[in-house]
């Protein structure tokens, strides 16, 4: 079983930066697709980001490119995003998810097929 654990959520102005962690308890699986997901109040969660940790590929949603990276450490035990440019209708709570894959079908899951998911971290950026 894969335990994921989030943070460096907080409170930013506009137009600043965060760097959200996750930290994955094993890689228990040769190759697995790490994501980022995110849920406004009152809005259905809605995919970030994600990376094939096998070679790094990374794939964004239109929303966030160009402003956010993905990314992660040697040992694959920890999944980065880090969000420039931030801006007010990015405030949500970002929750990370993984799920092992055989291939790189990453850019095409969505968050129903993801089996470990974290608890969440909150990101609020004020005007």
């Known amino acids: 079983r894969v335990q994921l654990v989030e943070s460096g959520g907080g409170s930013v102005q506009a137009g600043g930066s965060l760097r959200l962690s996750c930290a994955v308890s094993?890689?228990?699986?040769?190759?697995?697709?790490k994501a980022w997901f995110r849920q406004a109040q009152g809005s259905e969660r809605e995919w970030v980001a994600t990376?094939?940790?096998?070679?790094?590929?990374?794939y964004f949603s239109d929303s966030v490119k160009d402003r956010f990276t993905i990314s992660q450490d040697n040992t694959k035990m920890m999944v980065y995003l880090q969000m420039n440019s931030l801006k007010p209708e990015d405030s949500a709570m970002y929750y990370c998810?993984?799920?092992?894959?055989?291939?790189?079908?990453?850019?095409?899951?969505?968050?129903?097929?993801?089996?470990?998911w974290g608890q969440g971290t909150q990101v609020t950026v004020t005007v």
């Open positions: 998810a993984a799920e092992e894959t055989l291939t790189n079908n990453c850019a095409e899951r969505d968050q129903y097929e993801y089996a470990y």
């Open positions: 094993a890689n228990i699986y040769p190759s697995m697709c």
């Open positions: 990376i094939y940790d096998r070679d790094g590929s990374a």
